[in-house]
């Protein structure tokens, strides 16, 4: 069994007829795999302990008397899971197999998720988030990158501040302690947040776009009245 973060390699024989007798030929396999729980220091990936299980029907690649390897992907990292195989013929699903138990390497963290600005003033923004999934290794530093907009839809980058360290794990404000004078007044900005563990840097989250508070344009000078 060959395991990382995502994917684990299994393998086992395939009984050849002489081995069978009088039972019909083998012509697919049934590998069932069940998320049991998170595993490692900080672990939070995203699944629900003792989840339901997948099953995956194999009927082709394998051949009798020989060696099969199945390369199953799409797992989560840091997560225990359960694995049983079964066979089948044109009689029916044979019983299972004993349990395996593998657990997913750990790896960097996935994306922070639904950063939104939750406040903002003509010089400052306050973005939140939801914690990224540690995936095996405790969270240790988020950066957040902020970038300033310009053109007629505020969408080409003018000027952009790609390392702010943000201090705690779900919040942070933004204004002239971290981000100088790039926030000025009544101005478009596209800001992002990674978070970090021991094993590197995660993914960057989806930009949320927002815009500083700005005082309202110069009035038309009045008329005379009648």
């Known amino acids: 069994v060959l395991i990382n973060a995502t994917a684990v390699s299994l393998t086992w024989d395939v009984p050849t007829q002489q081995t069978l007798g009088m039972t019909p030929s083998i012509n697919r396999y ?19 302990p ?32 359960s694995i ?31 950063l939104n600005v939750t406040s903002f003033t003509n010089g400052s923004l306050v973005i939140a988030w939801e914690a990224a999934p540690s995936n095996g290794a405790p969270l240790d530093s988020h950066v957040v990158e902020l970038c300033r907009l310009v053109g007629g839809e505020g969408s080409a980058v003018d000027s952009c501040l790609p390392g702010i360290a943000a201090s705690a794990s779900s ?3 933004l204004d002239e302690s971290n981000a100088g004078s790039l926030l000025l007044p009544g101005r478009r900005f596209s ?25 309202p344009d110069t009035p038309q000078a009045p008329s005379l009245g009648a």
């Open 30 to 48: 049934y590998l069932e795999v069940t998320a049991v729980g998170p595993a490692g220091a900080g672990a939070s990936p995203a699944s629900s």
């Open 50 to 81: 003792a989840s339901s299980p997948t099953i995956l029907e194999v009927s082709t690649g394998f051949a009798p008397g020989e060696p099969f390897t199945l390369n199953y992907t799409d797992l989560l990292p840091a997560t225990n899971y």
């Open 84 to 114: 049983l195989l079964a066979a089948g013929n044109t009689e029916g699903k044979g019983a299972d197999s004993d349990t395996i138990t593998v657990i997913t390497a750990s790896t960097e963290p996935g994306p922070p998720a639904n």
């Open 171 to 173: 919040d942070a404000t």
């Open 191 to 215: 800001v992002r947040i990674r978070a970090s563990n021991s094993l590197g840097d995660g993914p960057w989250s989806e930009p949320q776009l927002c815009q500083t508070a700005a005082p």
